[in-house]
Structures are given as structure tokens and as C-alpha cells.
């Protein structure tokens, strides 16, 4: 058995959707820094490459997340870790001023997490 199979659920799909989000993330975001001077299709080839990384995790992520959660929990959970992973990209590896819209946008998730997992 590896490490993550001995974790909860839960925390094997955080972590799963997480590391899932970080390639998505690289592949939606990063040819803007790293392949401005690139014809557009060798950036959407580069990024679909980063995506094949991304969807090896989101898939299995969503399978083991869906035997626990229901597909608007999983769903409302990926959006939460997605700004989670894109505020500190954009600020850290895209030089981009923190904002205040950023935490406006993170209570509105968390007002989303409330109503999705309410009934649970």
C-alpha cells in the first residue's frame, strides 16, 4: 500500500486536486511569463503537455474523492484549492500585486463551501 492510500479520503483528494491544480495552473498561466515570444501553438502544445501531468492527477483525484463526495462538493472544492493555487502564482511566480478582490473572492468561495457541503 503507498503512503497516500493510507490517508483519508478526504486528504488523498485535497492533495491530489492540489498537486492536479498546480499543473493546470503552469499550463493555463505559465507560457505568459515563460513563452511570450512563442507562436500561440507552440505555447497551447507546451501547455497541453503540462495538462497531460494535470489530469493523471485530477482524474484519479475526482474518483477517489467521489466515493466520499458528491460531484458539487467535489466540484466546489477544486474552485477553493484552484484560488488557493492561483493567487500565490500570480503574485509570487507572475509578479502580479496582491489584491484585495483576491480575499473578496475567497469569502464568497467560503460562503460556496458552506452551501455545498451543508446538508452533508
Known sequence: ?????SLP???QTVLLLTAS???MTFAW????KNLAS???YVAALVSWGIALFEYLLQVP??????????VGQLKIMQEVITLGVFVPFAVFYMGQPLKWDYL????CLVGAVYF?????
Open 1 to 5: 500500500m503507498n503512503a497516500l492510500q
Open 9 to 11: 479520503i478526504s486528504l
Open 21 to 23: 491544480n498546480i499543473f
Open 29 to 32: 498561466y505559465g507560457h505568459l
Open 38 to 40: 512563442s507562436p500561440w
Open 61 to 70: 483525484a475526482n474518483r477517489i474523492g467521489f466515493t466520499q463526495f458528491n
Open 104 to 107: 473578496w473572492a475567497g469569502l
Open 116 to 120: 455545498i457541503f451543508r446538508g452533508a
